[in-house]
């Protein structure tokens, strides 16, 4: 794909639009073919971009948007109310065709209720997903969803998970007949609830699915599954505990290091084996949860994200753009169905 364009959602996040206004020029700069829309308050972007003056202007719009989904609205009364939104603006983008993928580091609920309502989801699913990569052990990455789309799942939206989380994992991380487990309370087959247990059958039965079984949450890093299924409640808790573990981890060894002077001593020496270290587990490269399962590519970032955190869910739309995901995702669902028909 040689010409791509990506909208971004400007005025959402915790940080302000100069954040996200600064992963965009850094993104036109690293990716030549790509063109981006932002919407947006016109007059807030125009005057920030005043001042940063770039070679990239002729490959960017702006689309004026009187409203802001805040991050304590209500999503359906976003929904109702802020159709002029740049929440709203960016997705009716992709939703328009004029537009390849969106990003917004805006409210989750109110993203998912525009997203659903503008785009739909593809045939065969019923639900859209949360997916994001986390790293394991041996250094590739582990797809972890439903991250909190969908809090309560059935064995069948389960199954639609494990389908969606492998053309994932095929077209981003490059890897054949991905390994797909369900995160359950234990291995055995008897553990669990019976939506999970049914699930566990559904996907030992289909050929379109690399099924390995259950694994627990202790597993997650262990680099034993490429996809690793879930309902949303369990999802967002097992990654918001992940996140939580990493910070708390970086903090601890700050704060060894100033305890006394050998702590200083051994921490300058361990310093560049620590930077690989914290290069390898930063929220930031892992920033960009995909909403797959609709007929469009929509990107979370996290609502704190840095620039270089929002410039990597902007990396993820690129990727899901070039590589038409939700295009493969629909031609898998399809095979599965006529598999079970």
């Known amino acids: ?91 009716k983008q992709v939703h328009n065709g004029q537009a390849d993928a969106c990003v917004s580091a805006g409210n989750t609920g109110a993203l998912l209720a525009m997203a659903c309502s503008q785009l739909k989801t593809l045939s065969g699913v019923n639900r859209p997903a949360l997916v994001s990569s986390l790293p394991t052990a041996k250094g590739r990455k582990v797809y972890l969803l439903d991250l909190g789309a969908t809090v309560q799942s059935d064995a069948q939206t389960l199954l639609q998970n494990a389908v969606m989380g492998s053309v994932l994992a095929e077209q981003i991380a490059g890897i054949e007949r991905p390994r797909v487990a369900i995160l359950n309370v234990g291995v055995e087959q008897i553990k669990g609830p019976a939506n999970i247990k049914e699930a566990s059958q559904l996907l030992a039965a289909s050929d379109q699915i690399n099924y390995i079984g259950f694994v627990e949450g202790d597993d997650i890093f262990n680099d034993i599954a490429d996809v690793i299924v879930t309902d949303g409640f369990s999802g967002n808790i097992a990654l918001k505990s992940c996140e939580g573990l990493v910070k708390l981890l970086i903090e601890q060894v700050k704060r060894d290091a100033k305890r006394n ?52 869910a902007i990396r993820e739309a690129v990727q899901e753009a070039e590589r038409q995901v939700p295009t493969k995702i629909k031609d898998k669902i399809e095979n599965l169905l006529m598999e079970r028909s």
Request: hydrophobic share 45%.
């Open 261 to 312: 002077i050998l702590s200083k001593i051994m921490a300058k020496l361990a310093m560049p084996l620590l930077r690989r270290l914290y290069l390898r587990v930063n929220p930031d490269q892992y920033n960009g949860a995909s909403l797959i399962g609709l007929r469009g590519i929509v990107v979370k970032s996290h609502g704190n994200a840095s620039d270089e955190a929002f410039l990597y």
């Open 1 to 91: 794909m040689r010409h791509l364009t990506l909208a971004l959602d400007i005025m959402g996040g915790d940080n302000g639009p100069h954040i996200i206004l600064s992963a965009a020029l850094k993104a036109l700069n690293e990716f030549p073919y790509l063109n981006l829309v932002f919407c947006g308050d016109e007059g807030v972007i125009t005057s920030w971009l005043n001042q940063h003056s770039s070679s990239v202007s002729n490959r960017y719009s702006i689309v004026h948007c009187n409203q802001q989904v805040l991050m304590d609205d209500n999503p359906v009364t976003a929904l109702r109310h802020k159709k002029d939104s740049s929440m709203a603006c960016a997705i």
